[in-house]
């Protein structure tokens, strides 16, 4: 677990496996709060303390956090070494340490007691609890608010987003033993039994929720959204093949530029001259005939703008990235020939990227396309070609699980409409203290974009979210402002709370 040497009367202990180091000195006291405790088996020889962690518990993740309970494995051996080991019974002693991270120099306390010693000889085993602190400095940075054990912030980032909390439950009950069968799924074959059932349940599901035609192929691959600016245009198009573009913010102009490596990539439209903040009518989009496919981005997650209606785009292919609203309402998948999306916004952990294709579109890519960018190959090998990203597969399953149990996405659009209509009436109704510039038909349901009079003001306005446990809220550095990202698994609660922050945030600036 560790390795110790004596430099000027101070143990330093170099953890294996944490770039981290600790210089342990045997006195002094801290301004402390505890972490989870942990139990240890020990051994000691003459030469050397021999840790062997039989349980290790870890509540937080942030890297000060993991380091200082990493750092717990070694309190046991400088217990020992510390204090004289008495025979059989247990000891008087309570050694307390004061230990200085390299880190960031902040003074860790550890106090450490023998419960049980029933050794007869040296080097026998006996067990130590071990309880290590930090001082409340070290907590994470992340956010100013002050949380009682097992409360959650309101995060409003725009993705990695916030997932159901029930969800986050159940995959930490079933983290150490999935259902019975002895490991994580973590763990697992991807080709064994046990997760085959996870990921033949996850697309059952989806199909359920989506009402996914028999005629569509479901594909649970890798490398975000954005992989598939690459992919569907080596599926989809010949080299001298165009396509077209709907551009209506950053993610369509990014599929739009990649695709030009590719094919015949056409702006059929752009909303850059107007910020992005409006959707073009069908006159406005000037199609190519014969175009193998028109690709639009059904929710712009950076400038809060979304598609209502989709496009009429005639005998062409109509493909969407819906990365930041998918399974957030019902949509029409006939109407597509492809659905893609990362998962990391409003079903699931990032790692996993979800395409759905017409079957009669596979077979067609160019010679060129790397094996893991064919999509008939994915498709004959269930998205099992090389490991999956199992964990996150497995989280997006129980996802679907839980939208089904409230409803389906007919209910979720509703909670969906609920929560926006909230928050964009507390905007419209606070006399241009806060701004939307989005046109109002093109609002989105996920993302809201608004600003304050100046960029200090939205600082200051974000901290005093921070401070309450909203976090997240600054907006994508492209364009600043305020955002705020009320994805499905976003309570109604934290969008109220957030609305009477922004209340008593005007009231005492506009005094």
Not at 65 to 74: I, K, N, P, R
Not at 276 to 289: A, N, S, V
Not at 479 to 491: K, L, Q, T
């Amino acid at each position: 677990m560790g390795s110790a040497r004596t430099e000027r009367g101070i143990e330093r202990y170099s953890l294996v496996g944490r770039d981290a180091q600790f210089a342990i000195s045997p006195s002094g006291a801290g301004n402390c709060w505890p972490l989870p405790t942990a139990l240890y088996v020990i051994r000691r020889s003459e030469k050397a303390v021999k840790i062997v962690v039989a349980q290790h518990l870890l509540s937080r993740s942030t890297d000060e956090m993991a380091a200082a309970t990493a750092l717990s494995s070694v309190h046991g051996a400088v217990a020992l070494i510390a204090g004289p080991v008495g025979g059989v019974g247990t000891s008087k002693s309570s050694p307390s340490l004061v230990l200085k991270s390299s880190i960031s120099g902040t003074r860790l306390k550890s106090s450490c007691c023998k419960t049980h010693a029933s050794v007869s000889k040296e080097q026998q085993p006996f067990v130590t609890r071990c309880t290590a602190t930090v001082p409340s400095s070290t907590a994470s940075k992340s956010s100013d608010a002050q949380l009682e054990d097992g409360e959650r912030v309101y995060n409003f980032a725009a993705g990695p987003a916030t997932l159901p909390a029930d969800v986050v439950r159940q995959a930490q009950a079933e983290l150490f033993n999935w259902r019975g069968s002895g490991m994580s799924v973590m763990e697992m074959s991807h080709r064994g039994k046990e997760f085959l059932s996870i990921i033949q349940k996850a697309e059952a599901d989806l199909r359920t929720l989506l009402q996914i035609p028999d005629n569509y192929e479901v594909l649970f691959l890798q490398g975000g959204a954005s992989s598939q600016f690459s992919a569907i245009p080596l599926n989809l198009c010949t080299q001298e093949d165009t396509a077209d573009f709907i551009v209506t913010g950053s993610w369509g102009d990014k599929a739009y530029k990649e695709a030009q490596k590719y094919c015949k990539a056409n702006l059929a439209f752009t909303g850059k001259p107007g910020k992005y903040t409006t959707l073009p009518t069908q006159r406005e989009i000037q199609l190519t005939p014969g175009a193998k496919y028109v690709h639009i981005c059904a929710n712009e997650t950076i400038h809060g703008v979304e598609f209502k209606e989709y496009p009429d785009v005639g005998d062409s292919i109509l493909v969407a990235d819906v990365s930041s609203n998918f399974c957030s309402k019902p949509v029409d998948v006939s109407k597509f020939g492809i659905i893609y999306g990362g998962v990391q916004k409003n079903i699931g952990p990032a790692g996993v990227t979800i395409v759905i294709i017409r079957n009669d579109l596979l077979g067609h890519a160019q010679a060129q396309t790397p094996t893991m960018f064919d999509y008939k190959i994915q498709a004959e090998n269930k998205s099992l070609y090389n490991t999956p990203p199992c964990f996150p597969i497995y989280v997006c399953g129980l996802v679907f699980e839980d939208l089904l149990a409230k409803g389906g996405l007919e209910a979720a659009e509703r909670r969906n409409i609920e929560k926006a209509q909230i928050l964009y009436d507390a905007i419209d109704g606070s006399n241009g203290f806060y701004k939307c510039p989005v046109e109002k038909s093109v609002r989105s349901l996920m993302n809201v974009p608004f600003t304050m009079q100046s960029p200090e003001l939205e600082a200051e306005f974000i901290k005093a979210a921070a401070a309450q446990g909203m976090l997240q809220l600054k907006g994508h550095r492209s364009v600043g402002g305020v955002r705020a990202s009320i994805y499905n698994a976003m309570p109604k609660a934290g969008v109220e709370k957030l609305v009477d922050l922004m209340k008593s945030f005007q009231a005492k600036h506009s005094s």
